[in-house]
Structure formats: C-alpha cells, structure tokens
C-alpha cells in the first residue's frame, strides 16, 4: 500500500474534531497537567466520570519532570508513596519515611493512566478565562497557547463543565481569573486568593491536603494551586502532597456529584 499524505491529514483533524467535540460538555474540566491534576483525572475517570484536562505545555507533567532543581528524582512519605504503589511506580527507601522515584517514570506513568482511564488531555491549550451563571462557574474558555504566545488577535472556543478544578500549580491562574473578573467570594478566610508562602516542606504538605477544597461554585483547587490559593507555603520537590491532593480533588467531586 502506498501512503498518501492527504489521508494522513484527514486522518488527523477528523480525530481530532471529534475528540475535541467531545469535550465541549464534560462533568469535570482539569486546567493544568502537573502531578495534582493528572491523578485527579485519573480518578474522576475511573469513576466513569467525563473528564478533560487542558495543559497549555507541549509537555504533560508539570513541574514533576524536573524532580529538585533537574535532578530528576523526587521524594515522597508514606502516604505519597501509597498512590505511586498503586501505579505501580517503583520507589526507594532513603531514609526511614522517606521514598524516592524517578520523576520521568512517575509522570509518564500516571499520565498513561489517566488517559487509559478515559481522561481527555489535550496539550498546548490554555485556559484564558470561565464562564460564570448565577455566581457558578459553568466552563472554561480556551485557546491554544500559541496564539497566546504570539499576542496574536484570536478569539477563543468555550467547553461547558459541572466542576472545574484549578491544578495550575504556584499560579492559580483559573481562581485569578475569577477573582479579578467576577463578583464571587472565594471560600478563603479572607474572601480573596491569599498567595503561596516560603518553603516549608512538613507545613507544606499537609496544607495542600487541607487546602484542597471548593473554592467557590463549582470550582475546586488542588495541589500548589490550594496552597496558593489559601496562604500555604510551598513544598519543595516532595510530591506526596500533590499527588494526595489530586485523589482528594476527586473523591470531593465524586461525594458531591452523588449528592446532586
Ligand atoms: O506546576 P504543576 O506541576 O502543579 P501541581 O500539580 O504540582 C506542583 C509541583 O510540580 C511543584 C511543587 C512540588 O511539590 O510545588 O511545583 O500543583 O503543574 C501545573 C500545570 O498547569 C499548567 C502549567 O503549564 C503546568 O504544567 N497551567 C498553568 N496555567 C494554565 C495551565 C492555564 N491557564 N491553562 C492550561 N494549563
């Protein structure tokens, strides 16, 4: 058989409208591919739930690539170390308590994962804005991040979604957007993002646990995000808060979606 590259070409933007398609009405809608929101699509998706993640990197993963400072290993505690046993990630014992692993091997696994779970992920899309009735947060507007990038006039496509979650990491980019363009209080002490804190790793993780919340209808944080958005330090290259955070994002949306 000769290959024809039209066929190639058809071949690509048919599955590809069509995937995309199917993500303009989704129960949940992730924004952000770092360790926090790929487990919780995982999750979600194993729960039969109709979940999309945009991230607007050529690469999925976040800032777990790069482990500490490109050293591209990364340590968990117990409890981290819990959630990469059952993906079946190989991890090392440091010291009593401490677990390390290699963050190209935990990334790529849980993104595998996810996607064989029925997650949608589509790389290069940033989400530039959401769209808001009755005080809720009802789906994102999207973009492709090159045309972000360019400063090129371009306007956006919107997905419609039941829950959103903000795993944009340090940046809290979906709840910034919210706070700076609609008049919903966020469910934070102050009613307003509170900004991440200096490094403290053992405070650090178990906030972003606690952190991870609905922040105000409809819109959920988890991992760096929670921290950012409810004053918590930053962590360091210790993964297990995030990856916990990301289980809890989803078993939070899960409780409430039973109870709807
Ligand atoms: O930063 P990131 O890995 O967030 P996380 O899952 O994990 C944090 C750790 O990597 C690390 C740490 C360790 O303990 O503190 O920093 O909370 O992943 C966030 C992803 O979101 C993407 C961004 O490119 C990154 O890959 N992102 C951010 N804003 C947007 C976005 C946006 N507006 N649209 C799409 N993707």
């Given at each position: 058989?000769e290959l024809?590259?039209?066929?190639?070409?058809?071949?690509i933007?048919?599955?590809f409208s069509k995937?995309?398609?199917?993500?303009?009405?989704?129960d949940?809608?992730?924004v952000?591919g770092g360790?926090a929101?790929?487990?919780a699509a995982?999750?979600?998706?194993?729960?039969?739930?109709?979940?999309v993640?945009f991230?607007?990197?050529?690469?999925i993963g976040g800032?777990m690539w790069?482990?500490?400072?490109?050293?591209?290993?990364i340590?968990?505690?117990?409890?981290?170390k819990?959630?990469?046993?059952?993906?079946?990630?190989?991890?090392?014992?440091?010291?009593p308590?401490?677990y390390?692993?290699?963050s190209v091997?935990?990334?790529?696994?849980?993104?595998s994962?996810?996607?064989k779970?029925?997650?949608?992920i589509?790389?290069?899309?940033?989400?530039?804005d959401?769209m808001?009735?009755?005080?809720?947060?009802v789906g994102?507007?999207?973009?492709?991040t090159?045309v972000?990038?360019?400063?090129?006039?371009?306007?956006?496509?919107?997905?419609?979604s039941?829950?959103i979650?903000?795993?944009?990491g340090?940046?809290?980019?979906?709840?910034?957007?919210?706070?700076?363009k609609a008049?919903?209080?966020?469910?934070t002490p102050?009613?307003?993002?509170?900004?991440e804190?200096?490094l403290?790793?053992?405070?650090g993780?178990?906030?972003?646990?606690?952190?991870?919340?609905?922040?105000?209808?409809?819109?959920f944080?988890a991992?760096m995000?929670?921290n950012?958005?409810?004053?918590?330090?930053?962590m360091?290259?210790?993964?297990?808060?995030m990856?916990?955070?990301?289980?809890?994002?989803?078993?939070?949306?899960?409780?409430?979606d039973?109870?709807?």
């Amino acid at each position: 058989m000769e290959l024809n590259e039209i066929t190639i070409t058809k071949g690509i933007i048919d599955r590809f409208s069509k995937k995309l398609m199917e993500c303009t009405k989704v129960d949940v809608a992730i924004v952000g591919g770092g360790p926090a929101g790929l487990v919780a699509a995982y999750f979600l998706a194993s729960a039969r739930k109709r979940v999309v993640l945009f991230e607007r990197k050529l690469s999925i993963g976040g800032g777990m690539w790069g482990g500490g400072m490109m050293f591209n290993e990364i340590v968990v505690q117990e409890e981290g170390k819990s959630i990469l046993d059952g993906f079946g990630i190989n991890t090392v014992e440091y010291e009593p308590g401490y677990y390390t692993a290699d963050s190209v091997e935990s990334i790529s696994t849980i993104c595998s994962f996810a996607v064989k779970a029925g997650a949608r992920i589509f790389n290069l899309m940033s989400v530039e804005d959401v769209m808001i009735r009755d005080g809720h947060v009802v789906g994102l507007v999207i973009n492709w991040t090159a045309v972000e990038m360019a400063g090129l006039h371009v306007d956006p496509l919107a997905i419609s979604s039941k829950y959103i979650i903000d795993a944009t990491g340090h940046d809290t980019e979906v709840v910034k957007v919210i706070e700076r363009k609609a008049d919903v209080s966020l469910n934070t002490p102050t009613g307003k993002l509170m900004g991440e804190r200096s490094l403290w790793a053992e405070k650090g993780e178990r906030l972003t646990i606690e952190n991870t919340k609905e922040i105000c209808p409809g819109v959920f944080v988890a991992g760096m995000s929670a921290n950012a958005a409810f004053g918590g330090p930053r962590m360091g290259p210790i993964f297990g808060g995030m990856l916990l955070s990301g289980k809890r994002a989803a078993e939070l949306i899960i409780e409430k979606d039973a109870s709807h």
